[in-house]
């Protein structure tokens, strides 16, 4: 089995930052990726950013481009999402995915995820 926990949301003003973690842990095998999606209330589950194994490759959503930043510690097994410039339309909960592709979609894991407000 496959743990993933989330932690670091909460309430920022807009323009602010925060900084969400990802602890992987239990069976994720080698080379893992780790997505992060967000679900506002009324709207659909959307992709965010993604991370390959060594760390270089990044993939980011449209809408975060040069906000957000993701990172990861591999001695840690710990994924970050480093987000500035919050914006009220970045509220909602934020979920880690384990998955084995860079990609959108198709991960096979996920937390509980930590909700992120935005006040305007």
């Known amino acids: 089995q496959v743990q993933l926990q989330e932690s670091g949301g909460g309430l920022v003003q807009a323009g602010g930052s925060l900084r969400l973690s990802c602890a992987a842990s239990?069976?994720?095998?080698?080379?893992?990726?780790i997505g992060w999606f967000r679900q506002a209330p009324g709207k659909e589950r959307e992709f965010v950013a993604a991370?390959?194994?060594?760390?270089?490759?990044?993939l980011y959503a449209d809408s975060v481009k040069g906000r957000f930043t993701i990172s990861r510690d591999n001695a840690k097994n710990t994924v970050y999402l480093q987000m500035n410039s919050l914006k009220p339309e970045d509220t909602a909960v934020y979920y880690c995915?384990?998955?084995?592709?860079?990609?959108?979609?198709?991960?096979?894991?996920w937390g509980q995820g930590t909700q992120v407000t935005v006040s305007s």
């Open positions: 995915a384990l998955g084995s592709r860079l990609t959108m979609t198709g991960y096979d894991y």
């Open positions: 239990g069976r994720t095998g080698s080379r893992y990726v």
């Open positions: 991370n390959g194994w060594s760390g270089a490759t990044r």
